[in-house]
């Protein structure tokens, strides 16, 4: 089969999948196209960037956008069509459709892929109906809201056999000082890893915000979806385009506080370099008071605390590794200088996040950060959370994903949708 083209969506679903852990699969005969027709779900601040590097791959085009702000989702279309401006002439391309609800997008027989960039709090209801359509799904982290939903997010891309890519793009790009430090630390490097200290803000907090007037433009029963019905706020949703991070990630109903946004990626790195990618810690021992010191334990006895410099540090038996987004070093300069041995064990190549999903979506293979992947670090960060809740010790089985003998802990690994949003798998 000739890898530079996708194989048509819609004849895809006559097919049977051979999905055990998501290897090569089993299709019947089917007509190719050369580009994969995706819609974007979400266009602020991150999905600028994401949009901007979507349209540049040759086989990919985007076909539809949906945004519950009537600003942003006209701005969307507008940045796609003027990109394919020269093929809108030429009749190849038939335009880019505008869509408020993405339910109603994701009625579209044209489809192959969606990339999901709403608030936190909407990523799984829009990821689970793409996933029953057997579209290919690129979500942004943190992967979900709660560890129940991550589970059943997981079941429903296995039940259905699509390659999913979790956003945490620190495995694939930043010149590389992740992958490098995650390789040198399973080399052994630093010899027996003992502690991990990730520097990242706090958990998060209930909303206070006042109500204020909702916007002719924007759908705010659409933007809180699942979550409890509340007035509007423009620090939850911001009118017209934006140049910032919006403060719902502050806030508990809609994201999990810094703690889970910057902790997305910088768990999400402690768990790979640790072989946790799909496990997690046992204990959880937070402060009695303050906002930072939680501990969480391993059952190989490595212990991670929030808190320490920005990013991701690794104490070993033999040395220490500091890494984040423009730093990596280490307290023994040949710790990182020393080339690895060719029987080293290597992270899967991929120095472009978004390309790697094109192209695990061509050869049906698991892409960097799976589902399973993003789960298991949002549940890092949802456990966190829920320790900085409760303010005692927590045990937790992550085979079982639940808290041993306690059931107001495990109580706040769901969440009850508001009527109307039940999940559907």
Not at 227 to 251: D, I, Q, S, T, V
Not at 406 to 420: Q, V
């Amino acid at each position: 089969m000739d890898s530079s083209l996708f194989l048509s969506r819609r004849r895809l679903l006559a097919g049977a999948f051979a999905t055990a852990a998501l290897g090569p699969s089993v299709l019947l005969a089917a007509p190719k196209r050369d580009r994969l027709h995706v819609a974007f779900i979400g266009y602020g601040k991150r999905a600028y960037g994401v949009m901007a590097h979507a349209l540049k791959q040759p086989d990919v085009r985007i076909v539809a956008v949906c945004d519950v702000e009537g600003t942003r989702l006209a701005k969307a279309k507008e940045v796609v069509e003027k990109h394919y401006g020269a093929d809108v002439k030429s009749g190849s391309y038939k335009g880019c459709k505008a869509y408020v609800d993405y339910r109603e997008l994701l009625e579209r027989e044209d489809l192959d892929a969606v990339v999901i960039m709403t608030p936190d709090h909407m990523h799984v209801h829009p990821a689970l109906a793409a996933a029953r359509k057997k579209l290919e799904i690129y979500c942004e982290k943190p992967l979900t809201r709660t560890i129940a939903e991550g589970r059943l997010l997981v079941n429903a891309v296995k039940k259905h056999g699509v390659i999913f890519q979790t956003g945490s793009q620190q495995r694939s790009e930043y010149g590389g000082r992740f992958r490098t430090a995650v390789e040198m630390i399973w080399a052994g490097r630093i010899g027996d890893v003992k502690t991990v200290r990730i520097g990242v803000s706090g958990p998060s907090v209930p909303c206070d915000l006042p109500t204020q007037p909702t916007p002719d433009n924007v759908n705010w029963d659409l933007w809180l979806g699942p979550a409890p019905m509340r007035g509007y706020h423009e620090e939850l949703c911001p009118k017209g385009l934006h140049n910032h991070f919006p403060a719902f990630r502050k806030y508990e109903e809609y994201a999990g506080g810094g703690f889970a946004d910057m902790g997305a990626h910088h768990f999400d790195i402690a768990q790979w370099a640790l072989g946790m990618d799909g496990s997690g810690p046992v204990s959880i021992e937070p402060p009695a008071t303050g906002e930072t010191g939680l501990k969480f334990t391993y059952a190989n006895g490595i212990e991670m605390f929030h808190g320490g410099p920005s990013g991701c540090t690794f104490e070993g038996t033999k040395g220490t590794i500091w890494v984040d987004r423009n730093l990596l070093k280490s307290d023994k300069p040949e710790i990182l200088t020393t080339p690895l041995a060719e029987a080293d064990r290597r992270a899967m190549p991929s120095k472009d996040h978004f390309r790697n999903w094109l192209d695990c979506i061509k050869s049906r293979t698991e892409p960097i950060c799976s589902v399973e992947t993003g789960h298991r670090t949002a549940s890092v960060c949802h456990l966190g959370n829920i320790g900085y809740k409760l303010r005692r010790k927590l045990t937790w089985d992550p085979v079982k994903e639940q808290f041993a003998g306690d059931a107001e802990a495990n109580a706040l690994t769901s969440r009850k949708p508001r009527d109307g949003w039940a999940y559907e798998a």
